[in-house]
Every structure is written in structure tokens, then in C-alpha cells.
């Protein structure tokens, strides 16, 4: 094949990727507005296309001139790619800056990373040191995968969550280090063999299945505005007990009023919930309810 021909074909196979990674970006970042955009102010779609030519030269040997791309290419980005790691296609890297991609890391179609993520090793040896995660992987910012293990297909990674252990497919994995939080696996990530539903169960599925569309979309930084603030429900929870608590000492007073009519009923400040801003209005009318 002539030098012309092989020029043309890589041309035409570097504008396909290129419409690939610019289409990915529309679909997974509403702050894009148009391919111009994207092109000239994206870090993550820069490294990726230097990432592509120094992965290009280092396969054909010319290791010092891949090394020499990829730390340019980490000054003008801040994102640390190096020529050796195998990536697939549509992979995006929002916002860029400090993610640190190792070596022997493999990394298939449609992942997403966030900033500050690292795909690093936790050996010296040779070989394969880096994570390898399949085909629609989500890592949050700021999340560490750390060692040769896999991070199945459609799994998530946290934000700010330690990952040293492999990820079944379609996992989510939060903390540090990582735990998994799945209806479908335990936390040693073995399946969960299901048992017929009884009504209780039933129940839960259904409302599971009204939820699929919340629970699909990722939220890279652990906030999901359908959620409840863990800190609220925890004050809810100790308010409604300090409520039942009022309500049992007013049946204890009334009960010893008429046993001793000389019985002082005493009054006291009852708790207010209206006072903890911490409560939103409808957990504390909830509350009320109760």
C-alpha cells in the first residue's frame, strides 16, 4: 500500500474518532454547546488525540518521541496519559485536570472519567500493574483504582472511593476503602440468588423499577437531588424519638394524676421541630404526623 493511500485512510479514520468523541461529549456534558467549542476548550479531547499519536509511535517503536508527545500533551492538559495505555473509543474525560492513566491500564468503549482520577499500580514488578475497566464504566472525581484487577461492564466508581479489589459488571462502589452498594451482589461482590418474592418484596420492585431512570444516571459527585441528606434523616430519626418520648411522659404524668390526685403535673418545654433548620418543612410535618 502506497504512502498516499496509508495517509488518506488514517485521515479518515482520525475524523471518524473525532465525530465519535465530540458526539459523546454532547451526550454525557450538558455544558457543551457545539463541535467548535468542544474542539478548541475540551483538555480531554486534546489528550485524547495526543494520546492517540503517542500511542501510534510507541507501537511502531519510536518510544522516546511517544514518551516526548505524552508529556506535552500532559503540560497543556494536566492529564497524564501514558503512550502505552490502550483506549477505546468514545471515551471522555470531563473537566481533565489530574487524571493519571498507568501504563499497562486498558480502557474500553463509552467509559467516563471524571477529574483527579487515577488508574494506577500498587507493584513494581513488571507486567500488568494498571486496572483494566470494560465497556461503560463511570469513575467519579477524584476516585483511585488501584492494581491489575477489572472493573466490569457498566460499573460505577464514586467519587473519592479507593477501588484495590475487582468490580462485578454494573456495580457501584463508594468509600474508602471501596465498599459495593448493589441490590444484586454482596460485599464480597458474589451474586445475590433471588428468592420468589412475597409482598414486601414485590413492593420494592416496583418501586425500584419507577426509580430506574434516576438510578441509571450516575451522579459523578455523589449528589442526587431525589436523595434525602443523610445528616437530616439522622437528626429525623433521633427527633422522632425525643418526640414519642414527650408523648409517653405526658401519659405517665396523666396516668399519675389520677392514681395521686396530689400529684404535681408539672409543664415542660417540649422539643420544637421547626427549630432545626437541619429538617426541611416535609420531614418535619411527616414527623408531626406521626
Known amino acids: 500500500m502506497s504512502l498516499p493511500t496509508k495517509l488518506f485512510k488514517s485521515l479518515i479514520s482520525i475524523k471518524k474518532d473525532l465525530k465519535e468523541d465530540i458526539n459523546a461529549v454532547f451526550k ?7 463541535s467548535l467549542e468542544i474542539i478548541l476548550t475540551y483538555p480531554g479531547i486534546h489528550a485524547l488525540v495526543l ?20 508529556y506535552g500533551s500532559r503540560i497543556i ?8 495505555a490502550k483506549i477505546g473509543k468514545r471515551f471522555f474525560i470531563d473537566h481533565g485536570v489530574g487524571v493519571v492513566i498507568g501504563e499497562t491500564a486498558e480502557i474500553g468503549n ?17 507486567g500488568k500493574r494498571h486496572p483494566t475497566l470494560e465497556d461503560g464504566v463511570t469513575v467519579g472525581a477524584g476516585a483511585k ?11 460505577k466508581i464514586g ?4 477501588v484495590v479489589k475487582p468490580v462485578p459488571a454494573g456495580a457501584t462502589m463508594v468509600g474508602n ?10 460485599e464480597k461482590g458474589n451474586p445475590i440468588t433471588e428468592k420468589s418474592p412475597d ?26 437531588p431525589t436523595s434525602q441528606d443523610p445528616v437530616a434523616e439522622a437528626f429525623a430519626k433521633m427527633l422522632e424519638h425525643i418526640q414519642q418520648s414527650e408523648n409517653r411522659l405526658d401519659q405517665l404524668q396523666a396516668a399519675m394524676c389520677k392514681i395521686d390526685p396530689s400529684f404535681c403535673k408539672k409543664e415542660y418545654d417540649k422539643l420544637c421541630l421547626e427549630e432545626f433548620d437541619v429538617i426541611g418543612k416535609d420531614e418535619a410535618d411527616d414527623i408531626a404526623a406521626e
Open 28 to 34: 454525557r456534558d450538558p455544558a457543551a454547546r457545539n
Open 51 to 70: 494520546h492517540r499519536g503517542a500511542h501510534c509511535l510507541w507501537n511502531n517503536e519510536q518510544k522516546l518521541a511517544a514518551r516526548v508527545v505524552s
Open 77 to 84: 492538559t494536566g492529564i497524564e496519559i501514558h503512550p502505552a
Open 110 to 126: 463509552d467509559v467516563t472519567l471524571y477529574h483527579g482520577v487515577t488508574l494506577g499500580g500498587v507493584s513494581w514488578n513488571n
Open 145 to 155: 483504582v488501584l492494581g491489575p484487577f477489572t472493573v466490569g461492564k457498566n460499573a
Open 159 to 162: 467519587s473519592n472511593a479507593v
Open 177 to 186: 476503602a471501596a465498599r459495593m452498594i448493589s441490590d444484586h451482589h454482596d
Open 199 to 224: 409482598a414486601k418484596s414485590q413492593e420494592k420492585i416496583a418501586t425500584s423499577k419507577q426509580a430506574t431512570a434516576r438510578d441509571t444516571a450516575f451522579q459523578a459527585y455523589g449528589i442526587d
